[in-house]
């Protein structure tokens, strides 16, 4: 009798908690809700629409026919002769598209050279003056991107500092052309996104323990093999995020090629930009733009899974 | 007697002026390229500023000191239509933006895991992941059929758009402070009689108010910034200060682009130490 | 007992945590009457389930099955806004974004008390706790015992009719700690609010309190006064985890009454008193003190023998090893009364005296 009372109680009570739990849950959904709503409105429903567009026909001023159609996932990779209908590689597609993986990766290896030591300089100050270098290096990564493309246009046109400077000191007789070029977008790019290499370089730099580099001299090793065998590998963590984060928004820059390519040498971004604009071949940019997220998620996927790696070694 | 005193003193010295000390953390070289990077990130800002001062039309040819292009911007109806324009946008989606990330904070952070947080996550994320050139022209196409369909093309699409980018970014300072707040203080409360309302009032939202203004701060940054959406999502007449200045890149450049650049890099700078400067203060 | 009130009866309380295969029970029905005014320690080693009957009688927690009286009224499922019981927390948890004074003030604030009895109850309080010349301080601007202090002035200031305390000396240095024991004696007395003080310090607990519960497994083994529970501990575990003790198991030869005649290793039959939860062994096992047995030369007429194995001078006592058989060292403690004595050899054969009435046998 007393027992089954209990029993009882206990049930009832275990009860409660799971009522308490529901409590908590239905409160956390209600409080997300709105980010939810907006998010889903502006963010990744309209993905949705536009997986649907993909497999439309392109109307005649621009928009859609309701007709459903895979000639736009077919031109992203293929192109069809208007004359005599035969297929072929769409060359200029892939070609743009290799242009932007390439400059890309440059960008990420560039700021990698430039955004390391930087980042090991930073950690390396007393606590009072990191700050301070740490500060240089954010008020770039908050300003406007289009402002400093532009500040890049200035410097690097035919009658910028950099051509003034050098005809000035008689390096070169005419002004070196270095605007619309591949090299303006990489150092345009580099020069927008090192920032993003830097920060998360030096997040890992701080938490890391110098006394293991003592430790390693104190084993004879050199310095170059303290950098390569305790340092690098220790930040790994630090370098895949930088670089991921530069690499993800390099691929799908638009502005920076727009600005210093000159609309002679697109990257995927003005590509698929192209396709809203004179090409009026709406479902064609939707695949383009399809294909470039998968890129990035693949480049994420890939990210998560080296970081997991990288992670499973260490404490953190 | 003297001399050989200051024989080893003399040594030290030598050995402070002509060989470097050993130092654990030295590695050579990287100051150097520290000192190319810091040169580099800056160096490209000074002509721009320098040039919205000249007195000439010419944004390489130095023609002397003056504030014509600055007044020459102010009068300009376009422009004034666009900062007005831009101030609006990043106002109301901030505003937005904070209040969602703060609400979406609390019911993602110290709860016990629960279904669905994982995609939660994810969706908070996803303007971060996925390029900004995707996502500008999925709302393009998004935005076109409601535009059709309605026939309405005010400023909403702007407001809407912005807001939903600036929650990731408003959600993270907020999230990390709630992270970092001790859960025993709000315990500490309830013990001392306050209901929870009481508690979110008087503990919970003084103690989140620094990660609550950091957020707010960015994504008003952010939205003040934004060129690639805002380009693709606005309707005709419906410039911010970033669209109309990309648009008038592609015409001859006048210094008014590096005034307008100016001040704009300079609200900015403004912005962001003061969030820099915050964040440090209430950190220690 | 029955001429004080109990404070806060807990009537079968159990308290699980997970689900399943995670399933861990934190408090084992675990029932305890706890006397109005008193000061009473729950002590045991983490673990062992002292903080979650804490905060159950607290309400950060409810019980999974049993009840919480408070006063004779049932509180077990009221959140704790609605409890009028306090808690010192073991890290203070005091507001950083408030004032030493304003820490002090919110429980009364929040019981909507007239601002002037606000005022006047928090001056008290702050005296009452020596602090108030740094009332206007923010809180991360005071040191580790001045935040303590603030700590239980908080505490204090609705006038609690419960004050539990959870391991709130753990932060201190050890002179500070020293300090505050007194300075909570002194508290209690004049409160005469009921304390209930966590911790698993057992010096701690046998300084302040009237009574003192051990705990282990989620379960109470014990509950006394602080001589009691040292001098006749009723398990192994007590035993083991207050002070330092040897046991020894001895076959029982003859029982009458109270009395237990029983036979030591040596061959030496002793007289002690026991229980009735012997009824039905034929061996026990014995608590017996390193303080209350004495070496000696001899081995005449003593209790128990064996060889010398170490020494070990610790200042104010020198600890002899004895190794009375081939496994077990029995140790003996003697006092260091007038310096260091030098009377014994290690290798050579002792005897060591025991007093009988001294001698706890033990229930496991």
Redesign the interface.
Known sequence: MDKDATQAEEKQNTNLEEVV?QQ??R??????T???V??????????L??FL?SFLTPGDYG?VKWEASTQAWFQVFFHTDIFDDTVSIADAHLSILWRSVKLSGLTTILCF???F??A???A?RPAESR?F?L??????F???????T??????I?N???IN?FLLAIGVIDAPLDMLYTDTAILLGMT?VY??LM?LPIYASLERFD?RL??AG?DLYAS?LKV?KRIIVPLIKPGVIAGSILVF??S??A??TP??LGGGKNLM??NL??LQ?GQGRN?PL??AL??T??AI?MIA?IFYVRSAQRAGAGKDS | MYAVRSGPVLVKIANMMFKQKFS????????V??M???F??????A??VI?SFNEGNN???WEGFSLRWYGSAWENELVQGAAIRSLIIASFASV?AT???T??A???TR??P?R?QMT?YA??N??L??????????????F??IKQATNYHGFAYLI??H???C?PFA?LPIKARLEGM?N??E?????????PF?TFR??TL??LLPGIFAGAM?AF?IS??D??ITE?VKSAGQDTL?TY??GQ?RRAITPE?NAI?TV??GV??L???LI?FMS?KRGN | MSEKNAAVLIDKAEKVFGKDSDRVVALNGVSLTILENEFFTLLGPSGCGKTTLLRLI???EQPTSGRIHLHGKDISYL????RP???V?Q?Y?L???MTVAQNVS??LE??EKPRAEIDKTVNEMLKLVQMEALRDRRTDQISGGQQQRVALA??LA?HPKVLLLDEPLSALDYKLRKEMQIELKRLQNETGITFVFVTHDQEEALTMSDRVGVMNNGNILQIGAPHEIYDHPSERFVADFIGDTNFLTAKITSRSDELLTIKLSSGIEISVSAGNEVVGKDAVTLAIRPEQTTISNSVESTELQGVLRNIVYIGTDTHYHVGIDDESLFTVRVQNIHGRQQNFEIGQNVGINIDSNMVQVLKD
């Open positions: 739990r908590t849950v409160r956390n959904i209600l409080l997300t709105p980010a939810l907006v998010l889903f409105i502006a963010a990744s429903g309209p993905l629409v536009m567009f928009g050279v430039l955004g030591p930087t090991y300089f930073i390396t700050n270098w500060f240089l290096v954010t008020i770039p908050w300003t406007n991107l289009l402002i400093r532009f500040a890049v246009l200035e410097i046109r009658a910028g500092v003034s020069y090192i920032p830097i110098f580099v003592e001299y310095r950098l993800i928004p691929l799908g638009y502005v727009r600005i995927l971004g698929i930009e809203f709406w940019g939707a733009s399809l470039l997220l990035v994420l | 654990v953390t030295r590695m050579p070289g990287f100051s390229v520290a190319i990077c810091f580099a990130l800056y160096m490209p800002l002509p721009l040039y944004i390489a040819l937005f209040i969602f990330a609400m979406a609390l019911g993602t709860t016990k629960y669905g939660i969706m908070i996803q303007p992941m996925v390029p900004e050139i995707v996502t500008a022209v999925a709302l393009l196409i998004l076109a059929l809407i758009a807001t939903a980018f929650i959600y001790d025993t203080l315990i500490a409360a309830a013990d001392l009689y306050a209901r009481k008087r503990i003084p103690l960015l940054v003040l910034d060129v690639v693709f970033p200045m990309l890149l682009i650049s704009l890099l900015s700078v912005l962001v130490t820099f440090r | 607290a309400g950060f959140p704790p806004y609605e019981v306090n808690t927390f890290n948890a507001f950083p974004h919110f429980g929040m019981l908080r505490a609705p």
